[in-house]
């Protein structure tokens, strides 16, 4: 799911994945360059792993992000 500063809502979205073969054991890796924008102004992408636990339940994300002074303030992601 992409929040973008660009939108009101977030969408589900496919990103691009670079693969070290074609085998079932090939190991991937995403690319979410390809979606975020304002490559000018910070070119590399951040990332950090979150964990939920919800009762018995554990999730675990990967989650990609960019951080700038110059970039737009992502209102769908503000604690406002």
Not at 5 to 10: L, T, Y
Not at 15 to 26: E, I, K, T, V, Y
Not at 47 to 52: A, I, K, M
Request: proline fraction near 5%; glycine fraction near 2%; charged fraction near 15%.
């Amino acid at each position: 799911r992409l929040y973008s500063a660009s939108w009101s809502r977030p969408r589900q979205v496919t990103m691009l994945m670079q693969c070290s073969d074609r085998s079932r054991n090939a190991k991937c890796f995403p690319i979410p360059e390809s979606l975020l924008n304002n490559a000018s102004v910070q070119p590399y992408v951040h990332n950090c792993f979150v964990t939920l636990h919800e009762g018995r339940h554990i999730y675990q994300f990967c989650v990609f992000f960019k951080w700038h002074c110059h970039l737009r303030i992502n209102t769908l992601l503000s604690s406002g």
